[in-house]
């Protein structure tokens, strides 16, 4: 338990869907991060969010929006998305940008 | 900007047998240095780090990583490693206090066999 929470864990998905991922921490920190993980490929950062302002976005496509509330919430709003998109998404925060980042479980994403 | 090298993407060993994960950076001013540990559909969890101080540095599951700032290394290693520590392991660098956020290498996938 690393005090980073995401719902759900699995999602299954169809193109013409929209789907929210959801990530919440109360650690107190102030940066908080989505990253993708696809099979056989690199960690890949998509979004940073830092004190709730989004700071990084990492040539994301549209289809991903982003939402940061408050510094203890983090979501990613899913539409129109592609196969390739399937992936483990993984939700991160740390105490600052430069502190050690502490992950949640991730959520399995399956787009048919 | 930071570079993380993890030199061997898979790494295949014995049960009970030591191991070394390589992890190689570049950055021109000074780092915090970290290893996570992933098991299969779960996010990264920290092993390790080193912020500052003694350069050999222990984490949780009997691992343990030399800092060596001269050849710019941060290796993991376990004496004796358990069928228990089939995982994918990252190496992280981030420069000290600075507004940039933490670099990733690539993993390296141990699977150790019985």
């Known amino acids: 338990e690393t005090g980073v929470t995401q719902t759900p864990r699995h999602l299954v998905m169809g193109m013409t869907n929209k789907k929210s991922l959801k990530c919440e921490q109360h650690?107190?920190?102030?940066?908080m991060y989505w990253y993708k993980q696809s099979a056989k490929k690199p960690l890949e950062l998509m979004f940073v969010?830092?004190?709730?302002?989004?700071?990084e976005n990492n040539s994301v496509p549209s289809r991903f929006s982003p939402e940061c509330p408050n510094s203890s919430h983090l979501f990613l709003h899913l539409h129109t998305l592609q196969p390739e998109d399937s992936a483990l998404y993984l939700c991160?925060?740390?105490?600052?940008?430069?502190?050690?980042?502490?992950f949640g479980q991730g959520t399995r994403l399956t787009v048919v | 900007a930071q570079s993380v090298t993890q030199l061997d993407s898979q790494v295949p060993v014995f049960e009970e047998a030591p191991v070394e994960l390589r992890c190689n950076y570049s950055?021109?001013?000074?780092?915090?240095l970290f290893w996570y540990v992933q098991y299969p559909n779960q996010g990264l969890q920290l092993l390790l780090k080193?912020?500052?101080?003694?350069?050999l540095v222990k984490g949780i599951n009997g691992f343990e990583a030399e800092f060596n700032k001269s050849q710019t290394s941060f290796h993991l290693r376990k004496p004796s490693v358990h069928i228990s520590d089939t995982a994918e392991y990252f190496c992280?660098?981030?420069?000290?206090?600075?507004?940039?956020?933490?670099?990733f290498g690539k993993g390296t996938k141990l699977t150790v066999n019985p």
């Open positions: 992280a660098v981030v420069p000290q206090g600075g507004s940039e956020k933490l670099v």
């Open positions: 950055s021109s001013v000074s780092v915090y």
């Open positions: 969010y830092n004190f709730k302002e989004q700071t």
């Open positions: 991160a925060s740390s105490l600052a940008l430069w502190a050690e980042a502490f």
């Open positions: 650690l107190g920190h102030n940066a």
């Open positions: 080193y912020l500052s101080g003694s350069t």
